[in-house]
């Protein structure tokens, strides 16, 4: 009985008329296009750029995932609409990280996505063993077959790569790399390293130039030196110098600029230079000779810059290793505080002491000063357990280097600039030109008289900048940095508002950032007023923009690993944790917590004690009960740890007192 209804449901199937009528039904029905959003029910809905959301019905989300983009038909039946997707647009899955799955013996993977939970069938290429792999183990797929793409019923991918095995200690990192497909060890070493210039270098091996670092740094990049003058200071800022063993466009730097940064993840770096250059040969080690690329700054008793630096090759020699924390106990006074043994490294410390201070004072009547915050720092052992969480505040050594550096890199965009016209310049256009108004209409409402055109120049923002800095609250603050451009890179001199500067180019980190690299091959065109080796284009700029943000988000994610990790002890206890909301909307709030940076997300369900009568709004940062504020970005709640997902790397909270009590 069964085979004869197969046999009848292909006939209908096959029946070309049947296709017809399918086909001219279809052509009668209204089609939309937009991008899948699943959720954890097995339905989903199709979301278009004009703000619309469809329904797709559990057996239709069989033929996509979470992000793809389609075409869909809407049907309607009982005055109820859903789409059917039908064209693929462009798929969210490509190239992506997923986790082993059997089923039924046969294997499958699922994506490492929250949103995604089934499994899709996969097959292994030859240089991946099935066998060797294990339930939950992360590997590297490639999505082969789509529904959608393919007329076919099922997904396939295939396997190129076991990233981690399940159970080894370092999968958040492996795993954060190997989706960004970014290596995590250093380059090669090609060994046999020689200066590659003979270019004339002053020799300044006599002056007390001395480095601030972290105790265990290596790759030392910078050393600092200052004298006193007439009229103030005259600072001399020396930089290691890559360049001169690295050529532009040999292996070395081909290599450099792919990476474009060393990826600093939490407790692991992977340099951007083979070790060997960046730790030794470059690194500004105490007591050894070393070639450097140097700028001497004069400025004023009110720190003041007086006229362009200028910038020179060098052969410098380190006279002091100095460390944050030891520097920052003796020059604030900390009982039993470490004392230099020399006491020209003390006049050093103390001088550059005073140039701090007086640039930190005079960016804060002529620029922007950044409000301080913390760092936090994780303690990780060898088996990828987080022992502490360190919070690292900004000291008085970290400032001298901060005020020493700014100046260098602002200093190197003005001579840039001029001399060049080109260079690698980081940049910021202040608020965003079709929110200012909205701006205004916000200030207004607080008490603060500003207009677009204000608003609109560099000395406007920083004045706005300021009287953020002075409220009480910082929720105004919060908001508008939600109207604000993204920084970016320039290849020409522009402003950057976000630090109240005319022209911000760094090089001060060659061993660290290519771009730094490049503007120190403009700078050596410039002292020999010759042309450039290396020019800034298009291409490069896309390159250390896409590499700058990918490192930033790896750093990030992997951050949110180790946090899960962490908490996940305190899943469910009775632990309070003092947080800050950073955001709201209508699904509930983003949490930090104050004592060690961890986001937490507060679902509407558990934040009050009546969802209904609760009304979040993520475009004024507000919740309301029953239309009385109760909580807005920039509060502070008390909450405890509810559920930790550390497959998920989510973190959800509740409030200790919940809204509307």
């Known amino acids: 009985m069964f085979a004869s209804q197969r046999r009848k449901s292909r006939m209908f199937q096959d029946n070309p008329l049947l296709q017809q009528l399918k086909a001219q039904i279809r052509e009668t029905l209204p089609t939309v296009e937009g991008t899948i959003k699943a959720t954890a029910k097995g339905y989903g ?6 703000g619309e959301s469809h329904f797709v019905p559990p057996p239709m989300m069989k033929k996509v995932v979470h992000g793809d983009r389609v075409s869909a038909v809407l049907r309607t039946e009982n005055d109820k609409t859903s789409a059917e997707p039908e064209t693929l647009i462009e798929p969210a899955l490509d190239r992506f990280i997923a986790r082993v799955k059997r089923f039924k013996g046969r294997l499958n ?10 499994g899709i069938k996969a097959r292994c290429k030859k240089s991946v063993n099935e066998s060797e792999l294990g339930e939950g183990d992360y590997v590297v797929a490639h999505l082969k077959r789509h529904p959608l793409r393919e007329g076919d019923n099922s997904f396939i991918v295939e396997l190129s790569e076991l990233v981690a095995k399940s159970d080894d200690p370092h999968v958040p990192w492996w795993v954060i790399l190997a989706k960004h497909n970014l290596a995590k060890v250093e380059p090669a070493d090609p060994a046999g390293w020689q200066l590659a210039e003979d270019a004339e270098r002053q020799d300044l ?31 001399t800022v020396a930089i290691a110098d890559p360049t001169a063993y690295v050529q532009p466009g040999d292996a ?6 792919k990476r474009a940064y060393t990826q600093y993840l939490p407790s692991y770096n992977v340099p951007m230079l083979p070790r060997q250059l960046a730790d030794e040969l470059c690194s500004l080690v105490e007591g050894a000779d070393r070639p450097a690329l140097c700028a001497r700054i004069e400025l004023a008793e009110d720190g003041a810059q007086q006229g362009a630096a200028t910038f020179f090759l060098a052969t410098i020699r380190s ?17 039993g505080a470490w004392q230099p043994d020399s006491e020209v490294i003390a006049e050093q410390i103390d001088l550059l002491h005073q140039v701090a201070n007086a640039r930190t004072q005079w960016r804060h009547d002529h620029a922007l000063v950044f409000p301080d915050r913390p760092d936090y720092r994780f303690e990780v052992d060898d088996q990828g357990n987080v022992l502490a969480i360190h919070v690292d505040h900004r000291r008085t050594a970290n400032r001298i280097v901060e005020e020493c550096m700014i100046l260098a890199n602002a200093a190197c965009a003005e001579r840039l600039g001029a001399a060049m016209g080109q260079g690698v310049f980081n940049s910021h256009a202040g608020l965003d030109p079709e929110r200012i108004e909205q701006v205004v209409a916000m200030l207004a409402e607080h008490g603060l008289a500003y207009d677009a055109e204000r608003l609109g120049t560099l000395s406007g923002y920083c004045e706005l900048r300021r009287d953020l800095d002075s409220q009480e609250s910082g929720y105004l603050d919060a908001r508008i940095r939600r109207m604000q451009c993204f920084s970016e890179m320039a290849g020409t001199p522009m402003p950057h508002y976000g630090m109240g500067l005319q022209g911000y180019a760094t090089w001060t980190s060659p061993i660290r950032k290519y771009s730094d690299m490049v503007n120190h ?24 923009a896409q590499m700058r943000k990918l490192h930033r988000m790896c750093e990030r994610h992997v951050g949110d690993w180790l946090y899960a990790r962490y908490l996940k002890a305190d899943a469910g206890s009775e632990t309070q944790f003092d947080a800050e909301v950073i955001d709201l909307n209508r699904g509930g709030a983003r949490v930090r917590l104050e004592v060690n940076g961890a986001v937490a997300f507060v679902p509407a369900s558990l934040l009050s004690v009546d969802k209904k009568k609760l009304v979040i709004s993520g475009d004024s940062g507000m919740a309301h009960f029953d ?3 109760v909580l807005k970005v920039a509060d502070r709640l008390r909450v405890q740890i509810t559920e930790v997902d550390v ?5 959800l909270a509740k409030p200790v007192s919940p809204l509307g009590q």
């Open 109 to 118: 993977v699922v994506p490492d996505h929250p949103l995604m939970r089934e």
């Open 319 to 335: 006279q002091g290793k100095l460390a944050y924390d030891k520097v920052s106990d003796r020059l604030e006074g900390v009982e």
């Open 205 to 235: 091996t006599a002056l007390p130039f001395v480095t601030i670092d972290a105790e265990s740094t290596k790759d030392m990049d910078d050393a600092l030196h200052v004298a006193r003058t007439g009229l103030g200071w005259a600072l």
């Open 627 to 629: 239309e009385a504020l």
């Open 45 to 50: 809905f199709l979301e278009t750029d004009k």
């Open 521 to 544: 091959r403009l700078l050596k065109a410039m002292i020999a007023g010759q042309d450039p080796v290396q020019s800034v284009d298009e291409a490069l700029l896309a390159q250390l």
């Open 252 to 257: 070395v730097d081909a290599e450099a600029l």
């Open 647 to 651: 497959d998920q790397r989510s973190i």
